[in-house]
Nanobody, 120 residues
Framework: QVQLVESGGGLVQAVGSLRLSCAAS????????MGWYRQAPVKQLELVAA???????NYVESVKGRFTISRENAKNAVYLQMDSLKPEDTAVYYC??????????????WGQGTQVTVSS
């Protein structure tokens, strides 16, 4: 059984910062890509940032220069440092990891989501 647990969301004023964390636990053999998604009310789920096993990153245009994704393989963890936050960043943020268990194929696993609210 694999579990992804997120933390770090909350309420912050515009131009403030938050750091999201997501750690995976269970009988994990290998983790490939990791990413952060978000869903605002009445909007579709959106990929915010992703990081490959080799450390390559990509970001949605709206967060470039403000958000930084990183990973800590020893802890099966991924982080999202969010600076210069804007009200339009308000959403539920989800982490996703593509990982494999021993002798199993890679599958996508999701965190439970953490609310980020940015006030103007």
């Amino acid at each position: 059984q694999v579990q992804l647990v997120e933390s770090g969301g909350g309420l912050v004023q515009a131009v403030g910062s938050l750091r999201l964390s997501c750690a995976a636990s269970g009988s994990i053999f290998s983790i490939n890509a990791m990413g952060w998604y978000r869903q605002a009310p009445v909007k579709q789920l959106e990929l915010v940032a992703a990081i490959s096993s080799g450390g390559s990153t990509n970001y949605v245009e709206s967060v470039k220069g403000r958000f930084t994704i990183s990973r800590e393989n020893a802890k099966n963890a991924v982080y999202l440092q969010m600076d210069s936050l804007k009200p339009e960043d308000t959403a539920v943020y989800y982490c996703k990891m593509r990982l494999s268990l021993l002798y199993k194929d890679y599958k996508d696993y999701w965190g439970q989501g953490t609310q980020v609210t940015v006030s103007s």
